[in-house]
């Protein structure tokens, strides 16, 4: 046989194979500088505000206002009873006969409403205060600021870039499983 053919024939299925072998490489290189690798996953919060209601009470000043009655019921009819008389004296020294009893009589009646209405004008009920404290509550309600979980920030490589993204759940493994739509491409500096 030839040299030159046993020599191919042996160095055939070499080639062949360091092909191979190559092409299984740029395969490897191919699939890794297609993958995200994951370079930190870090847990994002929002602030969200709760309300928080409370009760705010305090005493309030109550004035009240009411008349005491000043004037008795002795002393309307004394008073009365004295404009009477002296209505009455005064109606005596008027005229003659009948007709000074007639102006006595009148007289009388006058000087009692006179008497009367003089003690009740003097004895005008008095306005009384009193005061009290009553308790007054209101709702009040105040906002807190209470951290919350809302998902995880992941930075990642991909294609010799540094990409940063938003994910609902954290990612597992080395690399992501797919890549993301929306991402923040990061200085690498």
Not at 33 to 45: G, H, K, L, P, Y
Not at 83 to 94: D, K, P, R, S, W
Not at 142 to 169: A, F, L, W
């Amino acid at each position: 046989m030839n040299n030159s053919l046993i020599a191919a024939v042996i160095a055939a299925p070499l080639v062949a194979g360091s092909s191979f072998g190559g092409y299984k490489l740029y395969q490897n290189y191919q699939a890794e500088n297609n993958r995200a690798r994951i370079v930190e996953v870090a847990e994002a919060t929002r602030i969200e505000k709760v309300p928080v209601s409370r009760q705010e009470c305090w005493q309030e000043k109550v004035v009240n206002v009411h008349y005491e009655e000043q004037s008795t019921q002795a002393g309307k009819v004394g008073s009365a009873a004295l404009g009477a008389v002296i209505g009455g004296a005064v109606g005596n020294q008027i005229g003659d006969g009948r007709g000074r009893d007639a102006a006595t009589v009148v007289a009388a009646i006058i000087g009692g409403k006179i008497g009367h209405d003089v003690y009740q004008k003097n004895h005008q009920p008095k306005p009384v205060e009193t005061v009290s404290y009553e308790p007054r509550c209101k709702t009040v309600t105040d906002y807190n600021s209470v951290e919350k979980p809302n998902g995880y920030t992941v930075t990642y490589e991909y294609q010799g870039q540094t990409y940063t993204t938003h994910m609902d759940e954290a990612p597992e493994g080395e690399y992501l499983s797919t890549l993301p739509t929306e991402v923040t491409v990061q200085d690498a500096g």
